[in-house]
């Protein structure tokens, strides 16, 4: 699901440090709520992203920046290409936040000098498998992941019933249907909550 690729000058960071920065932008630590008071997205869901999920760090011999050549003598420098599967514009603002938050808890500072470039990819330009995945693919294998944690949801926030997102209701996409209000993470789930409830009706 996500593939990141963090950019570092050669030199700044040892072989353990590039580990470290490494460890912080996995898919379950960028995609699992901050305040410890939010339950996390369904560990099932999380296990499947993890799995599709990597992370690299590459140091770069040559880097200009502002003009000046980097060496690892100065303040660190970032740049992190984030590519996102199918929901690019939906997590963008999250991951710029998150990634950019663990830079500075690694640095220990609160603004480090970073750039995040979250890269969305066209429907059908994704390939699991051998084979090329849509998002209806992902939200089915999302699906089958699901194990439908018993976490307590605070007041105010809703369950996705789609990929089990715990999510405020103030931002959730809602659907009103046969009496029932359902909300969910993101357009994406809620389109395919309506296929396949649509589909099941008609059987």
Known sequence: MLFVE?????????????RVLAGR???RRLLSPVDGTTPAADPGVM?????????VVREEEVWIAGGNLLDGSQDP???VNVIVGLWGKEMSEHL??????????????????VVVNVISLPEGGYGLRGRVRRSSDFLALIEEAKTGSAAH?????VVDPVCG???PLEEAVILERDGQTYGFCCPHCRGHFVRE??????S
């Open 6 to 18: 963090l950019l570092v000058p050669k030199g700044m960071f040892d072989e353990w440090e590039r």
């Open 25 to 27: 932008l996995t898919a």
């Open 47 to 55: 296990d499947l992203f993890d799995s599709l999920s990597h992370v």
């Open 77 to 79: 420098w970032y740049v």
């Open 96 to 113: 710029i936040s998150r990634i950019t938050a663990e830079l500075a808890e690694a640095e220990g500072r609160p603004e480090p000098r």
């Open 153 to 157: 949801v605070p007041d105010g926030m």
């Open 165 to 167: 997102a715990t999510v």
């Open 197 to 202: 409830s649509s589909a099941a009706g008609a």
